[in-house]
């Protein structure tokens, strides 16, 4: 007998596979096979060393309507940073929901890549991450806060902070 994830299968020789055997196999088949990436799997990883801090916040309310993403005046910066990169936003939302993006460079999202909040009277707090590498022999990069009302009613946000923990680039920082 083993087990994968708490499920345990028995091995029996000159017997049909099951259902459940079947499954195994397949998911040994998928996890061995050509090209099956932690990307394949919307997964992934980076790594480094923070030793860099930065963080901007809002203290004033914002209201929208827009269906439309459009960026959060203050949340976001301009960081040299290299490897994994962690931006933690945090918001006191009010009305309807907001969803929020962290963009980088006005292009890729950071990963999940959209992420809602829900109106309530505490803060809610999300981690995005990044793979901060260089462009054009260069580790700046810019990184805004973006949101949006997906039902088109009134959203605020009340107070919001965007944190940075990162790796000092070395391209031109």
């Not at 345990?8 to 459940?20: F, Q």
């Not at 005046?73 to 006191?92: H, I, K, M």
């Not at 009010?94 to 309530?120: K, M």
Request: aromatic share 10%.
């Amino acid at each position: 007998m083993f087990g994968i994830v708490g499920v345990r299968y028995r091995i029996t020789w000159g017997v049909a596979l099951k259902h459940r055997s079947f499954t195994m196999v397949a998911l040994i088949v998928m996890m061995n096979w050509p090209g099956a990436t932690s990307a394949s799997i919307g997964a992934g990883g980076a790594t480094s060393q923070p030793n860099h801090l930065a963080t901007t916040w809002r203290s004033t309310s914002l209201t929208t309507t827009s269906r439309s993403f459009h960026q959060v005046p203050g949340l976001g910066g301009r960081y040299c940073a290299r490897g994994a990169l962690t931006l933690t936003f945090s918001a006191s939302v009010a009305g309807a929901s907001a969803a929020f993006e962290v963009l980088i460079d006005d292009g890729p999202r950071a990963d999940p890549g959209i992420v809602t909040f829900s109106p309530s009277n505490a803060a809610a707090s999300f981690t995005f991450v990044a793979n901060a590498q260089p462009f054009e022999a260069n580790d700046h990069h810019v990184y805004q806060v973006w949101w949006r009302s997906p039902s088109g009613r009134a959203t605020t946000v009340r107070v919001a902070t965007l944190t940075a923990l990162y790796q000092l680039g070395t391209k031109t920082c």
